[in-house]
């Protein structure tokens, strides 16, 4: 098995994090992981993208160039890379900022409204870990509860009083 995932949205929205989170629970799981964070000048304000390969074999390359899943997490974002997605793929979008869904007939799309729901339940900018748990959900790629303990486990100590947010989020985004 090898999963292909590109993560994209604005620097800001926390992108990195939730692909390293992703790579940090597959090497948990003993399996091949690559992490391609791609960020510069755009970082803050600009888009930002990472990609994540998880496999059970070596990886010969970490470049991401046609997506399995692709989570999008504002327009610019999901116009670029909406057509890269391998038929039979799947696009997680924030739904909160993605107000069209992809047109495309031959993947799954998955929309949840991330920022809305990350600011209703006093999680502002947490949308990207309420994205992390419907990926979860959708695809099986993790069990929940192994990823929690994941992500929980990769909290610098210097970080712990989010802890209790990142697991709320992680709910939320599982549950809607």
């Not at 926390?14 to 090497?27: D, N, R, V, Y």
């Not at 670029?80 to 993605?98: C, E, H, Q, W, Y």
């Not at 990207?128 to 695809?139: D, H, R």
Request: hydrophobic share 45%; glycine share 10%; proline share 5%.
């Amino acid at each position: 098995m090898m999963t292909s995932i590109l993560l994209a949205g604005f620097g800001g929205q926390g992108i990195l994090f939730a692909g390293k989170q992703i790579a940090h629970a597959a090497m948990e799981q003993d399996k091949f992981v690559t992490w391609l964070p791609s960020y510069g000048p755009e970082m803050r304000g600009g888009t930002a993208n990472c990609s994540v390969i998880v496999a059970d074999e070596e990886i010969g390359s970490p470049l991401v160039a046609k997506p399995d899943i692709f989570i999008a997490m504002n327009i610019p974002s999901h116009d670029k890379f909406k057509n890269a997605v391998v038929p039979g793929g799947m696009i997680i979008t924030d739904s909160s900022l993605i107000s069209e869904p992809s047109e495309r007939t031959d993947i799954k799309k998955i929309e949840i409204p991330a920022t809305r729901l990350a600011d209703e339940n006093g999680l502002k900018g947490m949308a990207n870990v309420i994205i992390l748990g419907k990926l979860i959900k959708e695809t099986g790629l993790f069990d929940y509860d192994f990823f929690l303990d994941a992500m929980i486990s990769s909290i610098p100590a210097s970080k712990a009083k989010l802890i209790d947010f990142n697991k709320k989020a992680l709910e939320i985004g599982y549950n809607n």
